[in-house]
């Protein structure tokens, strides 16, 4: 019997996850996320002082303090996100924090417009939840200055029998969650979009980020 997945609309997506807005933290030790994957995924951007940054479905703000480190307080960091509740306590970490140069916005990714051309965009735990995630993907290399690099990172199905014995799982959580669709295969929408691709995995392929530039 075949495992079939159905997307999810907007709304239903963003009020499911304001419920959870609480529970990312716990779910991140359910699903064994590596420890330094959020700090990695940044450091593959290659973000200098001064650079200009957007993360797409920042969340909770779990990457803003790595993001912010890399940029200095003389570069700026966009964070998109249509959860409110997510929202709330991204910017909660931003007061905290007292970071005046990250700006958060509520919005549906696919229509968001930064204020100024960026050089790098991040896909934060994000691009398999988006039942329209090509529409956001062009969105982001539009937002991109030429050379600009674009990364996403993100779980994904371990390969072989591993990969096939944990789907059924994945489906269930997943449908309970919203967390993404483990069908998606990000790194295949990526991959013939950009120049200098390539994708590293973690905790025996359970994990990835896939990275490239945007062409001139």
Same mark, same amino acid.
């Given at each position: ?33 590596? =420890? ?11 973000? =200098? ?10 969340? =909770? ?29 991204a910017r909660g970490v931003v007061a905290r924090n007292g970071w005046t140069n990250i700006q958060l916005t509520e919005s ?20 398999? =939840? ?17 050379g600009g690099r674009i990364v996403i990172m993100d779980a994904k199905l371990p390969p072989g029998i591993g990969g096939r ?36 995995e973690f905790l025996f392929g359970s994990y990835y980020v896939c990275r490239g530039v945007k062409r001139g």
């Open positions: 019997m075949a495992i079939q997945w159905a997307d999810y609309d907007l709304d239903f997506i963003r009020r499911r996850y304001d419920r959870i807005a609480s529970l990312i933290i716990p779910f991140e030790w359910l699903l064994f996320m590596p =420890t330094a994957f959020r700090r990695t995924a940044v450091e593959r951007i290659g973000l =200098t002082p001064g650079e200009r940054v957007l993360e797409i479905g920042c969340g =909770t703000g779990r990457n803003l303090p790595f993001l912010r480190d890399a940029v200095g307080p003389t570069g700026r960091v966009y964070g998109v996100d249509f959860s409110p509740g997510m929202l709330t306590r549906d990714a696919a229509d968001y417009r930064a204020p100024e051309p960026l050089d790098a965009v991040m896909f934060g735990l994000s691009y398999n =939840t988006m039942p329209h995630h090509r529409a956001v993907l062009a969105r982001a290399l539009d937002l991109l200055r030429p014995l944990v789907l059924p799982f994945s489906i269930w959580l997943m449908k309970h969650t919203v967390l993404g669709n483990p069908h998606i295969r990000p790194w295949e929408h990526l991959a013939p979009l950009v120049d200098d691709f390539a994708m590293e």
